[in-house]
Each structure stands twice: as C-alpha cells, then as structure tokens.
C-alpha cells in the first residue's frame, strides 16, 4: 500500500498515524509525496489528510519513548528534504517501538542508520553555513546574506546568528527555496522572499570586502598550495556567495 | 601607507604560526553587545592551501628587538617591510569582519617593540577595548610575550579566551642556539602561573555567581620541529608532560621553514619535514584523545617514528599479544587500539552493542575502516573472511600508509576537531 502525503512534515506524521492504525504488514508499505508520485496499477494508494491532531500525537509518542533526541533526529533528517523521507520515517519508527528506549543509538539498526545518515548530512551543512554565509552591509545598515544551501537549514541557523549578531539587523535569504529569516535584534520571523534587485550597498562596504579579499590572499602558504585540499574542506558548490575569492575567478557577488 | 597594505604585511608576517582554532570556549554574547563564542569552533574559508581560516590571524607589528634564527621577522633580517598596527585599526577590523560573518574572532601575536612589558600592554589593550568599551563576546587568542611581567598575563587572561606562550625549539641546549634572546625559564613560569591562575578562577567560579572568567579556551604553545636535531621521542615526552604538567591545551608542531642564510639540519622544512609533522600530529592525537602514553608509543632504542606507518597502527604491530580483539566483548579503551577504529566509531559501537551482538557488515557501515581492522578483530568469534594470521613483517607491508607528502597538511588531523559535526557523533 502507498500512502500519500502533501509534503510537510505534519503531513509526514499525520501518514504515519494512519499506517500504524491500518496494521498492513511493514515491507511494502510506504509513505510518499502526493505531488510526485506516479500511480502503478498493481499498488493501492491512499491519500491522509494533514491533521494537527494526529500529528501532534504521533510527535508527543516520538518524544516520550525517544526523549528529544528522537524528536530532533527526525525533525532534522527532514530537512534533509529526501524524497523517501515518509517512508524512511515510518520504517525508522517501526523499527525503534520495538528496539524501545535508546533506539537513537542503535546505527547497527538499518532504519535507524538511515535516517541518522539524513541527519548528519544535515547538521554537517549546517555547521559548515554558519562559517560560510557572508553578510554584506547595505546602505540603511541592515546586514543582508544570501545562501543557497543542499538542504533547507534556515530554521537551524537563526538561533545561532541570533545569539552572535543579536545587537543587528539582519536578513539571510535562501534564494533556493526562496525564504528569508528577518531579524530586527528582537525577534525572528522566516516567510517567503523572492530574489531581490538593486540592493544598494553602504559607503564602507566595498572597502571592507576588499580588506578581506587581502586578508585572505595573503593567508595563504604559496609553496603548500593545493587545491584539492581546499575544495575537500570547501566544496566549490558554497563559493558562489563568497566574498574572497578563493580562486580569484570573477566573483557573481559585487 | 594604507589598512590594506598593512593589513597584507601583518597577515604574512603572522601565517606561519599554525594554531588557528576557535575552539574551547562557549562565552556568552554581552546584553546590546555582539559575539559569542562557540565551543567546537567554526572555519569561516579555506585559504589556498586547505588551511583552515577561523580567526583574524595577524601581528600587532612586524618590528622586532630579538634575532631568533628561525623567525622572518627577526631584526637583522633586511628583507621585509616593517610596519604597525594601532590597537584602534585592530579593533575596527575586528568588529567590521565579525559582523560579517568573515571570522570567528583574533589572534593577536607580536614582535617586540620597546621591550616585552611593552608589547604586552599593546596586545592587552586591543583585547581591553573590544570586550570592555565595544562588549565584544567573539573569540580573542593572543599570545603571551616570555618574560613580561606576571601581572599582565594575569590580566590578560581575563580577556582573552586563550593565550599561548610558545616553547618554539624541544630543548634549553637548542633554544640557546637559534633563540639566544630567549630564555627557556621565561616560557615556562608564565606557563605555570596561567595553570595556577586557572584553577583558582574557576575555584571561584563554582563558589561566587558572578566570578570573573579566566582563558576559557585554556592554553596552547607551539614548536618548531626539524631545525634542529631533536628526535621524535624526545618532542612528545615534552608535549605529556605539557599535556599533564601545565594542563595545556594543544601543542602545535610546525615543520621548519628555512628563512634567510641560517642552516638547518640537511633535510629539514622539505617533504619530509611535512611527513614527519604529519606522524607527530598523529602521535599527539594518541596522547590527547586515546588514551596512550608517550612511552608506548616510542622508546629511547627507537626513538623516532616510522614515516610508513601510522602511530597506532605501529603500536599494534609491537603488541600482537591483545589481538585480535573481540568487538563485541572489549572496553572502550580498548576498542580505541584497534587500527582502523576512531573515537567516533567506538562510542558507536559501545552504544549499539546494547541491542545485541555485531557483524562485519554492521561495523563497516558504522565507519570502521576494515581495510585497517580486519587484521585485529574478531566478530562473534569469528575472524574476518579471508584473514589468516600473518607474520609481523608481512603484515607490516600490507599496512603501509605513507600518503604523499606533497598532499599533506596538519589539516589531515585538525578538521575534525573543528568540524564540530564530526567529532561530536551523535550528538542529537
Ligand atoms: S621574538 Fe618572535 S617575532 Fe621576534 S624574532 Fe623571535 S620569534 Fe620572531
């Protein structure tokens, strides 16, 4: 059986609520995105509403039996935004019932190694965005950052930013999902922003990133250069928003 | 002459100190101030040769009174251009950087103008400002000048998160020769007193709410390895006793550069000297993260370590007798002296063999390198497909890793301390 969902993560937790009360036998089961999914004719689908309810009930079992660990492990592995997410989901929980307590820990559990995997890849790019997301002044003094991240991190960037720049105002805009976190040193709010033109730069700005270009230049070893190392630590995919350049190639962001 | 310009002098001047790290402290930001510190650290680029760039890494000034045989900077060498920084430039390429998410915070280092009270007053009052006048919570890393007065490394410490006095040379005999300014005492008492100074704040910090908050990233020194002749066992004798004595909190090794017309051992600052760096950052990780003691890793008979094999997997082929090992009955600890097992995959193991016994195929996809391992464990009894027991020799060839030293950087062993996701494992 092929269950549908619309996508979200309340839609994620709403499925497997009717899976679990449907009692079909694990193996074909799987829970899968409404608007990608291709009809076979041997397969019976079913399409589950999204309901706060259900979900909230699934997410309050998630944390009672798996403490927030558990809860984080499949809320961050959602934001791996894999396409076998629902599945993954309900396979992982099926198999951590009855492994019980502690089931986070058990990588020799394949389920449970899979969606792991997810969250690693995730908190990974997270820990590498908050080192690589680059700020540029504008001219009315709020600092303005875009990404472009692999998987959809802004929910977990913000409260780390929040801290660190918590005496600014601040936008990082992901132009791939088209979202944007809003902070205006008091509270933070992410909503939909489409690609924005003109953005007028401050006096100083163009001074400060050419001081870093500099500095970062300058850092570097000449006779130890590789770049193979450097793009093992720095893949090329995040050097489209950096303001040095790591290969002095013309740079997409002036 | 301009920022930049002496921002490029500064920065050069700086690059070959190797420490870098933002990692240690976990300050918090200050009420309407900016910055924070995070505890496993964060790179903020990659220059072009893979290393890590964290902090602003730059000298207060390049000007210096002493002539230490080893250093670019040193006074009779005419080839550089001399310049300085004002505490005030410092501080504003901080705040301007740190805002824009370029870096994690400074590392402030020095030559010595005037004398050495002197210089350590200008570093002090760069870190004085950005904490007390601009309530900057970033990562500050400056280095202790040897032989200033004690009452300044006690009062910088209050605002820095780390500091570092570096030991430069493994002995007085060594130290004497390339460093004759330079006395082996100064770096040691000042070494001593930041220990002390340490434990006593946060003594307080346990007993009063508000105590003030000394180097919470703790201490770091660095040694210059290949310029003179001191073998392996000797440099990490040293770094224990750093490690256990002085409660330091890393020692970096820096492979020499030859800089003017000093002559240094034939060999020296080549690919070897990158190879032979590589080994000790390997063998101080044994030290520092799994449980081994510098006498089991080498002996005064062998003194130097074997640039073919990695440390561990060499203390292994010494110690036949604890293996193979059952993976699913050993300690900890024990887990940790398997070649071809990290931290990382042995708190994995630890934590999934709760749920019952593991295979070869389960360990594989928890991370252990089998191509390593299988020649040391057994799973259920059983040894891996295929592995019969080998002689020593024969075994020693088919475990040869020597990467290719032109490929080869510190980083190999440092990334995973700063990418905070990877050490840190499960850290849901
Ligand atoms: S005191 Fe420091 S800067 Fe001066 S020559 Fe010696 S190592 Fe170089």
């Known amino acids: 059986m092929d269950y549908l969902y619309d996508g979200t993560f309340e839609g994620a937790l709403s499925g497997v609520y009717v899976m679990f009360y449907d009692r079909k036998p694990e193996e074909d089961q799987r829970l899968l995105e409404q608007q990608f999914y291709q009809a076979d004719c041997l397969i019976p689908s079913k399409v589950v509403e999204t309901d706060a309810v259900r979900a909230e009930k699934v997410a309050r079992s998630i944390i009672k039996h798996f403490g927030v660990r558990g809860f984080r492990l499949v809320t961050t592995a959602y934001l791996a935004e894999n396409k076998e997410y629902g599945t993954h989901l309900f396979r992982f929980l099926k198999h951590a019932y009855r492994i019980g307590e502690g089931a986070v820990d058990c990588l020799s559990d394949d389920a449970v190694l899979t969606l792991y995997k997810h969250y690693n890849s995730v908190t990974r790019e997270v820990h590498r965005f908050l080192g690589f997301v680059r700020f540029s002044e504008l001219e009315n003094g709020v600092l303005y950052a875009q990404c472009e991240p692999t998987y959809n991190l802004l929910s977990l960037m913000v409260p780390h930013f929040t801290e660190r720049l918590g005496n600014q105002t ?69 050097w489209k928003f950096l303001i040095e350049n790591p290969q002095n190639q013309p740079n997409v962001y002036k | 002459m301009t920022t930049l310009e002496k921002l490029q002098i500064l920065t050069d001047a700086a690059k070959y100190d190797v420490s870098c790290s933002s990692s240690g402290s976990e300050r918090k930001a200050q009420k309407g101030g900016m910055g924070n510190a995070a505890l496993p650290g964060i790179c903020h680029s990659f220059t072009q040769d893979g290393r890590c760039i964290s902090l602003l890494k730059i000298l207060f000034t390049n000007q210096c009174i002493y002539d230490c045989a080893y250093c670019i900077n040193r006074r009779s060498n005419d080839a550089v251009k001399r310049t300085a920084f004002t505490p005030e430039e410092v501080v504003d390429l901080v705040l301007q950087f740190y805002r824009r998410n370029y870096i994690e915070g400074l590392f402030l280092s020095s030559g010595i103008i005037r004398d050495v009270n002197y210089t350590m007053e ?16 970033g990562y500050i890393h400056i280095k202790g000048i040897p032989g200033s007065d004690p009452k300044l490394i006690e009062r910088a410490g ?181 070649p071809g097992i990290g931290n990382v995959t042995a708190r994995r193991i630890m934590a999934a063999r709760r749920f019952g016994p593991l295979d070869f195929d389960m360990l594989k996809k928890m991370g252990v390198v089998m191509k390593r391992a299988k020649y040391f464990i057994l799973c259920k009894g059983k040894p891996y497909p295929g592995i019969v027991s080998f002689d020593a020799e024969h075994l020693r060839q088919r475990l040869i890793d020597a990467p290719k030293a032109s490929q080869l950087s510190i980083f190999d062993l440092y990334s995973g301390g700063i990418q905070g996701g990877e050490r840190n494992g499960l850290s849901l």
């Open chain 1, 170 to 238: 601040w936008v990082i805009h992901d132009t791939k999902r088209r979202m944007a976190a809003f902070f205006d040193q008091n509270t933070v709010e992410i909503k939909p922003l489409e690609s924005v033109d003109g953005i007028r730069l401050s006096e100083w700005e163009t001074s400060y990133r050419s001081l870093w270009q500099g500095y970062y230049d300058s850092a570097a070893i000449e006779t130890r250069k590789s770049d193979k190392r450097q793009r093992q630590m720095m893949p090329k995919k995040y």
């Open chain 2, 122 to 137: 200008q570093l002090i009052e760069v870190a004085k400002t950005l904490r007390e006048r601009e309530r900057f919570g």
């Open chain 2, 158 to 338: 209050l605002y820095v998160d780390r500091m570092s006095i570096n030991v430069e040379l493994p002995t007085t005999r060594s130290l004497r020769l390339l460093a004759p300014d330079k006395k082996r005492i100064d770096m040691i008492e000042p070494m001593k007193l930041i220990r002390e100074k340490k434990a006593s704040y946060s003594a307080d910090a346990g007993r009063f709410k508000h105590a003030p908050e000394f180097l919470p990233a703790g201490q770091t020194t660095q040694l210059i390895v290949g310029a003179t002749d001191e073998a392996d066992y000797s440099i990490i004798k040293l770094s224990e006793a750093f490690y256990g004595r002085m409660a330091m909190k890393r020692v970096y090794y820096s492979s020499y550069v030859p800089v003017g017309n000093f002559l240094a051992p034939i060999g020296a600052g080549g690919p070897m000297g990158m190879l032979r760096e590589h080994r000790l950052y390997q063998a101080d990780w044994l030290l520092r993260f799994y449980d081994f003691r510098a006498d089991e890793i080498l002996t005064p008979e062998s003194p130097n370590l074997d640039m073919a094999i990695d440390p561990k997997t060499q203390w292994a082929l010494r110690n036949r007798s604890f293996f193979p090992m059952e993976i699913n009955r050993v300690s900890f600890k024990m887990l940790l002296r398997i």
